[in-house]
């Protein structure tokens, strides 16, 4: 069941002045056919805008159509201030009429706002994405979420200090997915066991760095992944932040990564408590 919040400004100081709020916008049904673009201020889609306005129109639905926002102009058509690319995405549908914000605005007006508007625009991070894609129901996310939980891990919603974190606690999505996909689901799982279920389950300890060389030790010996509680007991003789903080301070050749050497460290340290790995 969702936890609902109300919208609330505290916290928030009030600006000093109350600004003037312009006349207020009416909402209404406009046709694609009378919608306009001002290429002064308005960006030409290409590149990255095209597969935009691709990806919109493979996925969609009313439910993800923000309202465009246009101002009415000359000849009884309206030009867009922001939503330029879902209205195309509409047109190449064949969808006749979208749901808009009209806004009384000149030109210099309009430039103004897609300025605002686009200049202002709270980017969403990777991890509020994905506990929004958990929460609708994608099967990859829905997949390293029970991963993550099997290996007693929980994924924060957002990026948090390592001393508010709690043990268990990751930032590393990334990690996550790639160990996932490069070494599947029970060497993942025994790779966060190995710092959740031992003496190295300290916050912050999660890192990508330690995850990704925890993946690659395992990955590579079949052996050390089944030992099970040898395994475990193995790392609560090893100190992985100190482990990770001697790679990351290590000169290191050209191109070999942190998390690298921080695996050549840790396959030393089990080869000398379960011996060879197979």
Known sequence: ?????????????????????????MLQWVAVADLVVDDSYQRP???????????????????????????????????V?????RATAAALLGIESVPAQVVIADAVDQAQAFKSINGQVTRMHRLALHAAA????DEAALEIDAVAKAGGVTVLRYPRAV????????????????GLKAYGRETLITALTCVTETSNNTPGVLSSSIIKALCIVLGANARWQEAGGALLAAFDEIDLESEHEEARVTRRPKGVATHELLADRLAVALKAQLG???
């Open 276 to 278: 060879d790995g197979a």
């Open 134 to 137: 958990i929460a609708a129901g």
């Open 1 to 25: 069941m969702s936890a609902f919040r109300p919208i609330s400004p505290e916290g928030f100081t009030a600006p000093k002045t109350r600004p003037d709020l312009g006349a207020a916008p």
């Open 163 to 178: 001393e508010r974190m709690a043990p268990g606690e990751t930032l590393a999505l990334g990690a996550l997915i790639e």
């Open 45 to 79: 889609i290409y590149g990255a805008g095209r597969s935009n306005v691709l990806k919109i129109a493979e996925g969609f639905r009313w439910s993800k159509f923000a309202p465009v926002i246009v101002a009415p102009t000359l000849g009884g058509k309206f030009a």
């Open 81 to 85: 201030i922001d939503g330029q690319h």
